[in-house]
């Protein structure tokens, strides 16, 4: 499997709870990014992992956190669950040196919070 | 003002036809423009990607990129059915790293 895999596909959670995902980048990229999909909108920059340490994160609170392990996939944390967070939770890896060559996506995660 | 502004749609176009998807974009130091197709329910799929002014050709498809202008455009020749999706325009600042920023797509529809 050369893809990017995520898990889990759906989720149901409640306000005020926390929710854990995961995703598995692309053989040979090394770097995973974090997006947040509205309906109707374009993705939004969540946060960006390389060599485990945080590349850089758009404007989303604390209560998203993420976290690269050193087979470079990635878990991206929301604590305090809030009805708005409900979304489709995108994970997309790169290759660090060649950035120029854009994203593959996962399958998404879609978030529902009740 | 958002970063990346593409007309929203939907834009509906007969078989055959080209279909023609507008971007611009409001900070000039982006350096690597893409284009990702997301079908309804899916997620987004990169299809062409272009760093130079001018002109890019894959196939049915031609990205134009004109700096000066802070315009991208995506032409899709021969458009066919199996094309109607939302087509995402995406910039990026940075050419070794860093976010992509993305418009909110537009949607277009090709009529058999």
């Known amino acids: 499997e050369t893809g990017v895999t995520q898990s889990p596909t759906h989720l149901i959670k409640t306000r005020g709870q926390q929710v854990t995902l995961r995703c598995s980048s692309q053989?040979?990229?090394?770097?995973v990014s974090w997006y947040q999909q509205a309906l109707g909108q374009g993705p939004q920059f969540i946060f960006q992992?390389?060599?485990?340490?945080?590349?850089g994160r758009g404007n989303f609170p604390p209560r998203f956190s993420g976290l690269q392990f050193p087979n470079y996939s990635s878990e991206l944390n929301v604590n305090a669950l809030e009805l708005d967070d409900s979304a489709l939770y995108l994970c997309?890896?790169?290759?660090?040196?060649?950035?120029?060559?854009?994203?593959?996506f996962g399958s998404g995660t879609r978030l529902t919070v009740v | 003002q958002k970063e990346v502004e593409q007309n929203s749609g939907p834009l509906s176009v007969p078989e055959g036809a080209i279909a023609s998807l507008n971007c611009t974009y409001s900070?000039?130091?982006?350096?690597?423009f893409f284009w990702y197709r997301q079908y309804s329910g899916k997620s987004p799929e990169l299809i062409m990607s272009?760093?130079?002014?001018g002109d890019k050709e894959d196939g049915r498809f031609t990205a134009q990129l004109n700096k000066a202008s802070q315009y991208v455009s995506l032409l899709i020749r021969d458009s066919q059915p199996s094309d109607s999706a939302t087509y995402l325009c995406?910039?990026?600042?940075?050419?070794?790293?860093?976010?992509?920023?993305f418009g909110d797509g537009t949607t277009l529809t090709v009529k058999p």
């Open positions: 997309a890896s790169s290759s660090y040196q060649g950035a120029n060559y854009g994203y593959t």
């Open positions: 992992y390389y060599r485990e340490e945080e590349n």
């Open positions: 272009i760093y130079s002014n």
């Open positions: 053989s040979g990229h090394n770097t």
């Open positions: 900070d000039r130091g982006s350096q690597s």
């Open positions: 995406a910039a990026k600042r940075d050419t070794n790293a860093g976010k992509s920023t």
